[in-house]
């Protein structure tokens, strides 16, 4: 339970971050905010889930405030703890299906550096009914393919997935042709070469 003592700094430090908002100031008060978060100071991690929250409730927010939310997504994104995934994993789990294209493009792109990701769950969202949640779930494993981050096993089952995608909500382009281009180089001929030596 957030205490008042926490309610108030949190307050404090959202109406320090939209005061600083456009400013090089602000991005001085997020390196300070991670640092409070890597310290473990619980009003910091409640700052961050106010953010989060109002990113999923209000999508327009990253129209009108870009820096404010996009900012706290990179800071999560270098802490690269459980506490700053489970964020990131709370925001995909329940974002807007209005959620912005760049803002789809620019988390499926950040969430692979994240040291532990797991297949299964994102191919859940990537067959999400949720065309954003659907995007950022399939982008996500699209990037960790080409980083060849995905056992064999996990690869063809993208490369099966791949062929009968579709969202019409977030332009995927080419994703799924290259999926199947870069499997068939790197197994389907893996495997060709392999009988060939077999056979001489």
């Not at 005061?19 to 700052?47: I, N, P, R, Y």
């Not at 209005?98 to 191919?123: R, W």
């Not at 980083?147 to 009968?164: C, D, G, H, P, V």
């Not at 994703?175 to 499997?183: F, G, K, R, T, V």
Request: net charge negative; with cysteine; proline share 4%.
């Amino acid at each position: 339970m957030i205490t008042k003592e926490i309610d108030d700094k949190v307050k404090d430090y959202l109406r320090q971050l939209e005061e600083a908002e456009g400013s090089f100031e602000f991005q001085v008060l997020l390196e300070q905010f991670k640092e409070k978060a890597l310290q473990d100071e619980t009003a910091t991690w409640f700052l961050f889930k106010t953010i989060i929250k109002e990113a999923i409730e209000k999508p327009e927010v990253f129209e009108t405030k870009p820096s404010y939310i996009v900012g706290v997504f990179y800071i999560l994104n270098d802490m690269d703890n459980p506490k700053s995934y489970a964020l990131i994993r709370w925001f995909i789990q329940n974002c807007s299906p209005n959620t912005p294209n760049g803002v789809i493009e620019l988390l499926s792109s950040l969430i692979t550096i994240f040291s532990t990701l797991e297949f299964k769950e994102f191919m859940a969202f990537a067959k999400s009914t949720n065309p954003a949640q659907s995007a950022i779930g399939f982008m996500t494993l699209f990037n960790l393919f080409l980083e060849n981050r995905l056992t064999e096993e996990q690869a063809k089952i993208l490369y099966e997935f791949s062929k009968t995608y579709q969202n019409d909500r977030y332009h995927i382009g080419e994703a799924p042709l290259i999926i199947q281009d870069y499997y068939r180089e790197t197994y389907e001929s893996k495997t060709h070469n392999s009988l060939d030596l077999n056979l001489n």
